[in-house]
């Protein structure tokens, strides 16, 4: 599907009231025709929502900045049309249409700037995100809506970020992590905006994998029927995702049973009574299942299990990043006396790190030495990332 030559009507806008915010252009775009996508509609999911095409307004905010060439983003409206385009066709067959309401310029304070490319300098695998985000004006975002911050680069690490809290914001980094741009990371991330979790079950390539192996850099990446029927109920209230925390009403051992209220070995919302309705929906939503849908018990203890592995990392999505202390030691300490040479790392600690973990100069590093480097890289003593990544 080409993207249709002229989408744009240019009109000038000025913010008065945020010295961030410069005088700026603001693309309206007229339309890019929902009705090119109208046949592609997949349909059919059971118990779905109609099918007529919902469309999303879109702010789009491209960073701009003299200190920094990672934040400074070189798009150009035929780069952005072309982004849209694809993100269009990866949402066609759910219906789904990403309008471009505005696009404008945000200038990004030096010191913050100065912070960003800064921390890539010293973990090129992870942006400071934070810093970044705080700094957005929250009076511009749009609020019935979605809101896209794109910059330039966010590193080696990742391509895009979903930040549901406090805004729903989606970040996205022109060029991706290959170095160039791919915008099916941008319809992922909206997919997150569109409640979405990674898969725990589909694989082929499907939009809203993570970064499992077997995820291929195409230009469009299947949905499922579940993931449209889920994604266009929050479609429907206009708005980005923001979770909401459900107690669990058992402890973990018991919980299944607890919820499979018929017994039958499969777990529904409809078994379910009044109290559990948002626990179970909120359940199957990370299982990337629609609340009409079921889990088996297999599949709810495939997701504990995921789970209690990220949680030893972090807290969610945690990515294992290096081998445990444990393991390094188990392997490399032959003599057992709790220390490893240099000798008895090599192989498994890069010189360079372990310099930097024997603060004493002794030749010998600790678990706790190594601990302390870990955490400076935002690792941990399991070899996972500490802060939860964003998505
Ligand atoms: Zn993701």
Redesign the pocket.
Known sequence: MGSPSKPYHRSMNTWHNNPTLTRLNRFLITALTSTLFASAWAGGAKGSLDSETMTLPVRVFLAKSEVSNKINCTMSEEDLAEVFTVVNENWAPANIHWSLESVQELRVEPNVAHEYQESLKTNPRRANMKVLIDSFPNDQRLSKGFNVFIVESMGKGAG?V?RPKPYGDVIYAHQSPRGFAVPAILA??L??ALSLP?TVFEKNNNL?M?SAPGRKPTRVKPLTASQIHLARIQAKQGKPFSPKFYKSPSPKKTLFAKLDVNSDGTLTAAENGEAHQGFVRNLLRQASRAPHESLTKDEFDLMQMRRNRNQQGSGSNGRRVGPSIDSIFAKGDANQDGKLSRDEASGQIPPRNFAMSDKDEDGFITKEDILATRKRFGLNVEGFRIQSRP?
């Open positions: 895009g979903f992922h991330e997919g997150h990674h809203m993570g998505e």
